[in-house]
Nanobody
């Protein structure tokens, strides 16, 4: 199967920047979608950004222009560059992919363990 490990969270002041990383491992056959979700206290998990295998990106309106998703397909790794951070960005961030392993030969959704991002005012 596929395992996702993420890193890069931490504490930052409003207006600052952070970069999150996510690395997928296992017997990966194909990854169709890579992206990031987040869950703030008292709220449901929400989409931050995704990118398809074909390169089509999608961003939540709340982060558009401030966050950028990038990837290194050869390393099965993707990143979230977060600039101009606001207190309302405070959340647990989860990396995500829709992928097929060589063993299962079927696409499933996979999630990282989550990393805390806290933006102080």
């Amino acid at each position: 199967q596929v395992q996702l490990v993420e890193s890069g969270g931490g504490l930052v002041q409003a207006g600052g920047s952070l970069r999150l990383s996510c690395a997928a491992s296992g017997s990966i056959f194909s990854i169709s979608i890579m992206g990031w979700y987040r869950q703030a206290p008292g709220k449901q998990r929400e989409l931050v950004t995704t990118i398809t295998n074909g390169g089509s990106t999608n961003y939540a309106d709340s982060v558009k222009g401030r966050f950028t998703l990038s990837r290194d397909n050869a390393k099965n790794t993707w990143y979230l560059q977060m600039n101009s951070l606001k207190p309302e960005d405070t959340a647990v961030y989860y990396c995500y992919c829709n992928a097929a392993s060589r063993l299962l030969a079927k696409f499933y959704n996979y999630w990282g363990q989550g990393t805390q991002v806290t933006v102080s005012s």
